[in-house]
């Protein structure tokens, strides 16, 4: 981890702390641009960050203007390229991603952003090789969106995962492989593992205790099937999953007596589910839940200066 900064839980404007880093950054770019001297402590040359996946990856939250969830300029990215401008790098932040993608809709198209026969591969590859020869990060954020249909028939819940964890191994494999075929030797790739919303339905009466506890095994085996993918190619997976306390005490707890004190679940601190209405329920994480997520993003990302 390599800051110490918080935020609060809600959606806001851009924070004072972060104007404060973007004004100092300008200061400095602007001091070298007309001195010409670089020194050990300033911002280098810039290096781009391209931010693949579904709506996570591009920091949606419910918002009052659209309590279902739009885009906003508090997700894990902006963490990102805030914490690696402390450190001296200015990312060029791409955010290419779609809400509700899988990786289906990755490979061929047909989401809510991209028509057939384009596709978010499609324009990631594209970017990718037209910056070959530049140093950049990409990170993948991919398989949730497959998986999370299932908890709708209880009946069907082991089928459907394992059909669906199938092709998610296929589909994202693919993926990679034309990703990392189309980018440069300079180009750190990091894909994230998922944390479990539905945790927070523990706390719900009736069918809250089994979608928690069925939602809980589909994560935890989706996070083994996206570590089998990225470890074939030698990629570090960011662990989201344990930034959100997935599969520590609590969910051990969970899916031994399938109940679980409610003022606890991790799930209703760093997302929206436990979120009053009209902002909740809502599965995507909240400005602390994606600063946690940009943690375990850097936690594995080799340094860029």
Not at 46 to 53: K, R
Not at 111 to 137: M, R, W
Not at 211 to 235: C, G, P, W
């Amino acid at each position: 981890m390599r800051r110490e900064t918080t935020r609060g839980h809600g959606v806001t404007s851009l924070p004072m702390w972060r104007t404060f880093v973007g004004l100092v950054l300008c200061v400095t770019l602007a001091s070298l641009a007309t001195s010409g001297v670089a020194h050990a402590d300033t911002v280098t040359s810039s290096t781009f960050y391209l931010a693949i996946g579904g709506s996570e990856s591009v920091g949606v939250q419910p918002t009052a203007n659209d309590p279902r969830g739009t885009r906003t300029a508090d997700g894990y990215t902006d963490d990102v390229v805030v914490d690696e401008a402390s450190q001296g790098v200015a990312l060029d932040l791409h955010e290419i991603g779609c809400p509700g993608e899988t990786t289906g809709t990755m490979l061929s198209g047909g989401d809510k952003c991209y028509s057939s026969p384009d596709s978010q591969l499609n324009e990631a590859v594209s970017f990718l090789q037209t910056h070959h020869d530049q140093h950049g990060i990409v990170t993948i954020d991919l398989g949730f969106n497959d998986v999370r249909t299932c908890l709708a028939n209880l009946a069907t819940f082991t089928s459907c995962v394992n059909q669906k964890l199938t092709l998610v191994h296929t589909q994202l494999t693919s993926i990679v492989l034309s990703l990392m075929g189309a980018a440069g030797p300079n180009v750190d790739f990091v894909g994230l593992n998922h944390n479990d919303p539905y945790l927070a339905d523990a706390r719900n009466a009736g069918d809250g205790a089994r979608v928690a506890r069925d939602s809980l095994v589909m994560v935890q085996e989706l996070n083994k099937t996206l570590h089998d993918v990225y470890s074939a190619f030698n990629i570090p997976v960011a662990d989201v999953a344990s930034a959100f306390s997935l599969g520590g005490d609590h969910s051990a707890k969970l899916l031994k007596s399938g109940t679980i004190d409610q003022g606890s679940l991790v799930a209703c601190e760093l997302t929206w589910m436990c979120a009053p209405a009209p902002f909740g329920p809502n599965v995507h994480p909240n400005n602390a839940g994606y600063l946690a997520i940009a943690d375990a993003i850097e936690d594995v990302l080799p340094p860029l200066t």
